[in-house]
T-cell receptor, first 112, second 112 residues
């Protein structure tokens, strides 16, 4: 079956540091890929998505590129802020399906 | 426009008790979902409803039942709670299959 693997956290960074969160997937078809973010005490929010190979999703300074050859969708941000402290989830889904398959989540803590 | 709302926010049950978690959305979405979130395991789909009048099992349906009361509301029932059901429960909705899912704030359930 399909699965998503993320690097384990927590990831602790200083403000303005570069952030990378690795995400790889196993899929039987051609899924869409997502990054969701969960701020403390809140539900998940869609951060960005990509629907086909070589697409780049971007939002709020975050970027991720759909790499079919390496089955990866790594999340990057060039300069993090304290407000980026959250749990980040990589996920996949099929356009005609209902199920989002999530990775285990990566907690990021940005210190001033 | 409240988005996805869930009640209650917190609940403590004793083993064997029953309860219903409520979820409502005001975005006129067709599809609704129930997930549980456990440490290190991401979110796992319990049940979903692709459209009003239909429900289907997800990855971890055992011990749960659902009702799609109307287009707005999708409830999750625990008939006889067990400690293994201690978790954070999230409801989500999407316009249709495969579209972005919008999440509620979650219900933190503890079963003693």
């Amino acid at each position: 079956g399909d699965s998503v693997t993320q690097m384990e956290g927590p990831v602790t960074l200083s403000e303005e540091a570069f952030l990378t969160i690795n995400c790889t997937y196993t899929a039987t078809g051609y899924p869409s890929l997502f990054w969701y973010v969960q701020y403390p005490g809140e539900g998940l929010q869609l951060l960005l998505k990509a629907t086909k190979a070589d697409d780049k999703g971007s939002n709020k300074g975050f970027e991720a590129t759909y790499r079919k050859e390496t089955t990866s969708f790594h999340l990057e941000k060039g300069s993090v802020q304290v407000s980026d402290s959250a749990v980040y989830f990589c996920a996949l889904s099929y356009p005609a399906g209902n199920k989002l398959t999530f990775g285990g989540g990566t907690r990021v803590l940005v210190k001033p | 426009n409240a988005g996805v709302t869930q009640t209650p926010k917190f609940q403590v049950l004793k083993t064997g008790q029953s309860m219903t978690l409520q979820c409502a959305q005001d975005m006129n979405h067709n599809s609704m979902y129930w997930y549980r979130q456990d440490p290190g395991m991401g979110l796992r789909l319990i049940y979903y409803s692709a459209s009003e009048g239909t429900t289907d099992k997800g990855e971890v349906p055992n011990g749960y039942n659902v009702s799609r009361l109307n287009k707005r509301e999708f409830s999750l029932r625990l008939e006889s709670a067990a400690p293994s059901q201690t978790s954070v429960y999230f409801c989500a909705s999407s316009a249709q299959e495969g579209n972005e899912q919008f999440f509620g704030p979650g219900t933190r359930l503890t079963v003693l």
